[in-house]
Structure formats: structure tokens, C-alpha cells
Nanobody, 127 residues
Framework: QVQLVESGGGLVQAGGSLRLSCVVS????????TGWFRQAPGKERKIVAA????????YYEDSVKGRCAISRDNAKNTVYLQMNNLKPEDTAVYYC????????????????????WGQGTQVTVSS
């Protein structure tokens, strides 16, 4: 059974930091591409960041470049999203995503690339 379990969300003041974690089980972690998406109230779910299987390639949505860093620890089956200098517009539910193992391609930056999703973790940034 495939499970993606996010943690690390919460309430933070503008300018603060959070580190989201996503533990993946039921998949060969080293064979999957992973990403973080977010969905704000009344808006579509959108990519935040993505990382290749080996961690050597990354993708960031323009609004988070320079403020966020995605990483993964293949030994711990975990993908992280470090978010710094948070802004109120970062408020959203953040979702971890993974694709099927060994699909062809590098970094996966669109929703259709992904097959498995976590339940989401709420990030709220107060002004």
C-alpha cells in the first residue's frame, strides 16, 4: 500500500520559516520522482517544487525561487521542503506527490506527472 505522509505545517508569522517533510512508503523511493504542490482556498493546486530521483535536478515555481529548497533523503524515504521568508500568500494546503517508479524523465513539474498524493498539511502565514 502506497502512503505519503506529510508533516511540518503550521502557523507562522510573515518572514518565518517552516520545514515540511513527506515520508513515502510502499514504493521504491530511489526510483520515484517527487514534488510539492499547494492549493490555496478557492484556487487550483499548483506546483511549488520538484526534485529528480537522485536529487541532482530541481524545479521551483517562480514565486518561491530563492525562498524554498527541496531535498530528499533516499535512505529515509523522505522528501523535504524548506521554506524561508514566508509570506501571507504562501498560505495553502501543501501536498507531497510521487510518480510510479522508473518512469522516463527528469524533474516532474506538472500534476499529470504524478500518481500518488499525500493528504496535505496546512501552512498558514500571518501578516
Amino acid at each position: 500500500q502506497v502512503q505519503l505522509v506529510e508533516s511540518g505545517g503550521g502557523l507562522v508569522q510573515a518572514g518565518g520559516s517552516l520545514r515540511l517533510s513527506c515520508v513515502v512508503s510502499g514504493l521504491t523511493f530511489s526510483g520515484i520522482r517527487t514534488g510539492w504542490f499547494r492549493q490555496a482556498p478557492g484556487k487550483e493546486r499548483k506546483i511549488v517544487a520538484a526534485i529528480s530521483r537522485g536529487g541532482g535536478s530541481t524545479y521551483y515555481e517562480d514565486s518561491v525561487k530563492g525562498r524554498c529548497a527541496i531535498s530528499r533523503d533516499n535512505a529515509k524515504n523522505t522528501v523535504y521542503l524548506q521554506m524561508n521568508n514566508l509570506k501571507p500568500e504562501d498560505t495553502a494546503v501543501y501536498y507531497c506527490a510521487a510518480d510510479r517508479p522508473y518512469r522516463i524523465g527528469g524533474v516532474a513539474s506538472t500534476q499529470s506527472d504524478y500518481d500518488y498524493w499525500g493528504q496535505g498539511t496546512q501552512v498558514t502565514v500571518s501578516s
